[in-house]
């Protein structure tokens, strides 16, 4: 079970993941935190479970969540003016990948637009979702495959995952890799407040490096052959097709089907 004691040596926040739910198991932390939007939990509330039995990936996807991985799902409040929606998913990715790093001093890459990856393999997701009402509520949800055996996720999945154990043959403390995290997102979180999300997103396009790749992507249903072009600030992908057309893909609606990832570091 999570030690609250040993995450709360390593956090260095004001704010993010003080305030803290530990669970056995739950359906998914993404849907338990987005229940608690409409009560008075606090921006930085962050859910964290051994084991989801209902864990969601984008599009209604599965996310296989047994023991030994990191799975937790945090609340912002934010003032969508100062912190564009797009934004903090880029966020959630630097932030991640930049622990992930500092951990294990090995490379991570981000394959668009939100999956970390080792060697052309998945080692964690991120789902954001959000509700903009008179205030919006935004709830950010990340799967790391930590201590888990990649080759127990289902076999459709197994061959394509990877997580920190296989990859570096000793096992992880999850308290430290969370609290890390929070300490990192909540340092860019504020810098993402007080100067724009210009310097986020170059680190962001760093770690994607994908510009001048040949890629196919599916959206709404449909496939896309061509060149990454660029990306804009927003996160959206722009692919130029093989007739010449551009192609504006927004964060939430393309899924890379091949090169799945790009770089194979
Ligand atoms: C994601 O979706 O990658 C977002 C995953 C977010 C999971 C976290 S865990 C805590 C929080 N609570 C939740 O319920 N969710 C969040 P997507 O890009 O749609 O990728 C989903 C695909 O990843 C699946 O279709 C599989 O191919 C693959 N997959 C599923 N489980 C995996 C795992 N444990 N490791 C690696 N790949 C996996």
């Given at each position: 079970m999570f030690d609250r004691e040993k995450y709360n040596i390593s956090l260095k926040t004001?704010?993010?993941?003080?305030?803290m739910i530990v669970v056995e198991?739950?359906?998914?932390t993404n849907l338990a935190v987005m229940d608690m939007v409409a009560t008075d939990a606090q921006e930085g509330m962050v859910m964290v479970t051994d084991?989801?039995?209902e864990g969601k990936g984008r599009f209604e996807r599965k996310w296989v969540s047994p023991s030994g991985g990191l799975w937790f799902s945090f609340l912002l409040r934010p003032d969508i003016r100062e912190v564009p929606l797009p934004a903090i998913l880029l966020l959630t990715g630097v932030a991640l990948v930049k622990v992930l790093q500092e951990k294990t001093e090995l490379q991570f890459h981000l394959g668009w637009p939100n999956d970390v990856v080792h060697k052309g393999k998945k080692l964690a997701g991120i789902l954001v979702e959000g509700k903009i009402g008179a205030s919006a509520a935004v709830v950010v949800g990340i799967g790391v495959n930590v201590?888990?055996?990649?080759?127990?996720?289902?076999p459709e999945f197994a061959s394509k995952a990877t997580s920190l154990k296989k990859i570096t043959g000793k096992e992880h403390s999850l308290e430290i890799l969370l609290a890390e995290f929070m300490n990192e997102f909540e340092r860019g979180y504020s810098e993402l407040r007080e100067m724009g999300s210009e310097k986020l997103y170059h680190e962001w396009k760093m770690l994607l490096g994908m510009i001048g790749q040949e890629v196919k992507l599916l959206s709404d249903e449909k496939e896309y052959h061509g060149i990454v072009k660029d990306f804009t600030m927003g996160g959206e992908m722009i692919l130029r097709l093989e007739d010449g057309e551009e192609v504006l893909f927004p964060l939430d609606r393309g899924t890379l089907i091949s090169p799945k990832y790009t770089k194979k570091l």
């Open positions: 004001e704010r993010f993941g003080r305030e198991e739950v359906a998914s084991r989801q039995t201590n888990n055996d990649p080759d127990d996720l289902t």
